[in-house]
């Protein structure tokens, strides 16, 4: 499997590209902003996009959605329960930033512990609220890559502030979750450096300090 990260509009998200170099088959994860940038490094990667991956419906990153999804006419996933951050510039804090933000209606809804199939991608969804009512994480147990959007970062934990968070929340979401995965795992969040289970089980203080790891 193949991997680029694009960093992405004013709060540097982490937009991924994950494709199968064999069958040609990719998915583009977290498309905030800078929508034409990303659809150039698609092309230039020669990839077939099959679908939008979300982690949660934060402004920052769902911003391109709309561009990608019309440009690639492709669907887009996201955990079920996250539909009014998609559709309301409020409750996904865009508005309060001056730039309202709405992306498509969702056409697949994802819950926990489901595995789903796009092109020759397996990926299994990880409900991990939190930081938003109803984010999620996708794992890929066959290359050992966790796309966890804001939920776990390297050295820290996403911030639960804002409508939907709860700290107790997240934290049981990592506990249940993420740090019930081996060490190895490399876990890609939506901000900053990837990391692995290993290293933020014995290094994040917010695990550590909370006694979690």
């Known amino acids: 499997m193949e991997l680029l990260c694009i960093?992405?509009?004013p709060f540097e998200v982490n937009c991924y590209l994950y494709w199968d170099p064999g069958s040609g088959?990719?998915?583009i994860i977290d498309p905030g902003f800078d929508a034409q940038r990303i659809e150039a490094a698609v092309d230039n990667a020669g990839f077939v996009p099959r679908a939008v991956l979300l982690t949660h419906g934060h402004g920052d990153h769902i911003a391109a959605v709309e561009d990608i999804k019309n440009r690639f006419e492709i669907p887009v996933y996201v955990g079920n329960g996250e539909q009014e951050l998609l559709a309301n510039p409020s409750a996904n804090v865009s508005a309060f930033l001056g730039v309202p933000i709405v992306a498509p209606e969702p056409d697949h809804l994802v819950e926990d512990e489901?595995?789903?199939k796009?092109?020759?991608l397996t990926l299994r969804v990880l409900m991990t609220p939190g930081h938003t009512?109803?984010?999620?994480c996708y794992l890929d147990e066959s290359e050992g890559r966790l796309f966890c959007g804001d939920t776990l970062f390297a050295g820290g934990i996403g911030r639960t502030d804002l409508p939907g968070g709860s700290m107790r929340t997240l934290l049981e979401s990592i506990r249940s979750k993420i740090l019930r995965l081996p060490d190895q795992i490399i876990c890609y969040p939506g901000h900053g450096p990837h990391t692995t289970v290993g290293a933020e089980r014995v290094s994040n203080p917010f695990l550590v300090e909370g006694g979690l790891a």
């Open 133 to 136: 009512a109803a984010g999620v």
């Open 7 to 9: 960093v992405v509009g």
């Open 114 to 116: 489901q595995v789903i």
């Open 25 to 27: 088959d990719g998915v």
């Open 118 to 120: 796009i092109g020759s």
